[in-house]
């Protein structure tokens, strides 16, 4: 027997998904849920499914957020999807904080919210922008990369395509990702790198894929293969790892601008070692669906 859910449609940059809130009731089969309700000519559309719930007791936290891919596989973390998150809790008078507490497969991660003057229907400012700290980033974690392909860009094709490949770093931001630079990323073909490398033996766990151009004013132009959802308009996570990347390999500074598909991200590898994601997030529609999962 199917029900209504009420679900909220938000995107950041571009990388959007289904918002729903979990914290008075809970979704039996969020998985089946995702993969149904994320594709585009018979559900709603979208990179994934987030739930917006309470966190565990002894997380610290103020909510907790879970996040399915549109495969129904679970993601450890998303920094687009979170700074919807904050956007969401503050503008539907869930909190009244600008600062919040967020729990995530990959730790608590601080959303800090800068508010406007202007006030939406409900009475309550809005949100402009969101910064989340995405804590330390780390080279080398077990279960996530082990190396075992001695090169990973012939793997992809890349050494056979007409773009060549000028450094390659693996990041891990609570989730992985293989961040690859190019001289030409119009040369580069998205689908076909991105699928391979995903399922790399490298990457016991799967692996998202940044390739990136870093442009003679300072952007770093990157476009992502997202490990569950295949090419993504942005993608908070591979922001963050491309910008570190770049400042590792002295091909940018620790403060630049990622320009994705779906627009430009704000990253900051601070003197404290960790990241900072900053960016638009925007509400594009709500509704109910049949959940019959």
Request: glycine residues 10%; proline residues 3%; aromatic residues 8%.
């Amino acid at each position: 027997m199917s029900s209504k859910i009420h679900f909220v449609k938000m995107d950041g940059a571009g990388n959007d998904y289904i918002y729903v809130e979990t914290l008075h009731r809970n979704l039996a089969n969020p998985s089946t849920a995702a993969r149904k309700w994320s594709a585009y000519h018979t559900g709603i559309g979208s990179d994934g499914l987030v739930l917006i719930g309470k966190p565990s007791i002894l997380s610290g936290a103020d909510f907790s957020m879970r996040i399915f891919n549109a495969d129904g596989s679970e993601a450890m973390m998303c920094g687009n999807a979170s700074r919807c998150v904050g956007k969401y809790l503050y503008e539907r008078g869930l909190t009244k904080k600008d600062h919040i507490k967020l729990e995530t497969l990959s730790g608590v991660k601080v959303l800090a919210l800068k508010l406007s003057d202007s006030l939406n229907s409900r009475g309550v400012r809005t949100v402009d922008n969101v910064t989340v700290d995405m804590l330390e980033p780390r080279f080398e974690t077990e279960g996530q990369f082990t190396g075992n392909d001695p090169d990973l860009t012939a793997v992809a094709g890349l050494s056979d395509s007409s773009a060549s490949v000028l450094a390659s770093k693996f990041v891990s931001m609570g989730n992985p990702h293989y961040v690859i630079f190019v001289d030409d990323i119009k040369k580069v073909d998205i689908s076909k790198a991105g699928s391979t490398l995903e399922h790399a033996p490298s990457f016991p766990s799967r692996c998202n894929i940044e390739f990136a151009q870093v442009r003679d004013n300072g952007c770093i132009r990157t476009r992502v293969w997202e490990r569950g959802s295949g090419i993504t308009q942005a993608c908070g996570t591979g922001a963050c790892a491309t910008a570190v990347a770049a400042a590792f390999f002295g091909f940018a500074p620790k403060r630049s601008q990622v320009v994705m598909d779906g627009g430009t991200l704000e990253v900051e590898w601070r003197d404290d070692n960790h990241v900072y994601l900053s960016g638009p997030a925007q509400f594009d529609f709500e509704g109910d669906i049949d959940y019959d999962c």
